[in-house]
């Protein structure tokens, strides 16, 4: 079984920052992505930021220029750096992994969400 535990999540004032943290576990043969997703109430989950592998990023639109996700490899851990942060980035956050998993049927990728962490952004 693997396990994805988020971190870091809080109240900030809008301009501030936050790092979220998060981290694998678990029976683990290789990552191959690991993202952060968020959902605001009322609204459907989106993707944040992506950080594969191979080591290539990609960003929603509304972060771009504002966030960073960076990744230990050696730790199984993913961060998100959250600056310029605004009240619309008020939501719960989650982390994805995409996780190989040595089965009886050989090595096979599943995903793995994290329980979610709140970051509240006042005006």
């Known amino acids: 079984q693997v396990q994805v535990v988020e971190s870091g999540g809080g109240l900030v004032q809008a301009g501030g920052s936050l790092r979220l943290s998060c981290s694998a576990s678990?029976?683990?043969?290789?990552?191959?992505?690991m993202d952060w997703y968020r959902q605001a109430p009322g609204k459907q989950r989106e993707l944040v930021a992506r950080?594969?592998?191979?080591?290539?990023?990609n960003y929603g639109d509304s972060v771009k220029g504002r966030f960073t996700i960076s990744r230990d490899n050696a730790k199984n851990t993913v961060y998100l750096q959250m600056n310029s942060l605004k009240p619309e980035d008020t939501a719960v956050y989650y982390c994805?992994?995409?996780?190989?998993?040595?089965?009886?049927?050989?090595?096979?990728?599943?995903?793995?969400w994290g329980q979610g962490t709140q970051v509240t952004v006042s005006s």
């Open positions: 994805n992994a995409l996780v190989q998993v040595v089965t009886g049927a050989g090595v096979k990728e599943f995903s793995y």
């Open positions: 678990g029976n683990i043969y290789s990552i191959n992505a």
């Open positions: 950080s594969t592998k191979a080591g290539s990023t």
